[in-house]
């Protein structure tokens, strides 16, 4: 079935330090893959995506990286800021149509 | 250029109740989907609208139907509300275009409260 599944579940780090975040998904025909900020009470919005014919995507502070072969996706974010507290999610889509998202990871920046 | 728009912000109804959520997509955007977000989870899509029909859903029952008009906008309706149905639920609007995928800018959210 259509399954992604997000690692951790929580992460603290310290402040100017990188966080790097996991997902891997179970359809090999999936194509898009984006991630999601969500601060608390807020909507999710996108901050970066990446589509299966490119390997690594970056944009400022934050890049994005896709391994079709094994099925997983990262997300690094360096020189982290308090900014960057709130929960992260991942997600692929399946059919062209449907987004099927993480589980979340919920990061705090240590200042 | 307002983005996608929800309403109510807030609703709080009780168990076996029927409630109707309301989404109007972006300026340009003629898809939208739904999702609910339960506390501490990630979205779960429901379904897909577009051209006025459901064109994908997701693992939810039939009490969950919607309904899309021709400016686009859309409604959520579910039936014989349970306690589990308490969820933030989530609209988002994009655009078709065949042979792509475009993002999908989210609403605020609807947040339900089922008693």
């Known amino acids: 079935g259509e399954n992604v599944e997000q690692h951790p579940s929580t992460l603290s780090v310290q402040e100017g330090d990188s966080a790097v975040i996991k997902c891997t998904y179970s359809?090999?025909?999936?194509?898009?893959f984006p991630w999601y900020k969500q601060e608390l009470g807020k909507r999710p919005q996108l901050i970066i995506d990446?589509?299966?014919?490119?390997g690594e995507k970056k944009d400022q502070r934050i890049a994005v990286t896709l391994n079709k072969t094994a099925k997983h996706f990262s997300l690094h974010i360096t020189e982290t800021q308090p900014e960057d507290s709130a929960v992260y999610f991942c997600?692929?889509?399946?059919?062209?149509?449907?987004?099927?998202f993480g589980t979340g990871t919920r990061l705090t920046i240590i200042p | 250029d307002a983005g996608v728009t929800q309403s109510p912000t807030h609703l709080i109804k009780t168990r076996g109740q029927q409630v109707t959520l309301r989404c109007s997509p972006k300026?340009?955007?003629?898809?939208v989907s739904w999702y609910q977000q339960a506390l501490g989870q990630g979205p779960q899509f429901i379904f897909q609208?577009?051209?006025?029909?459901?064109?994908q859903r997701g693992n939810f029952p039939d009490r969950f139907s919607g309904h899309q008009f021709p400016n686009y906008s859309s409604e959520l309706n579910v039936n014989a509300l349970l306690l589990g149905d308490s969820a933030l639920y989530l609209c988002?609007?994009?655009?078709?275009?065949?042979?792509?995928?475009?993002?999908?800018?989210f609403g605020p959210g609807t947040r339900l409260t089922v008693l």
């Open positions: 988002a609007s994009s655009l078709d275009v065949s042979g792509s995928y475009n993002e999908q800018f």
């Open positions: 359809d090999s025909a999936s194509n898009y």
């Open positions: 990446i589509r299966s014919n490119v």
């Open positions: 997600a692929a889509l399946f059919g062209n149509e449907k987004l099927t």
């Open positions: 300026s340009g955007h003629d898809t």
């Open positions: 609208y577009y051209e006025e029909e459901e064109r």
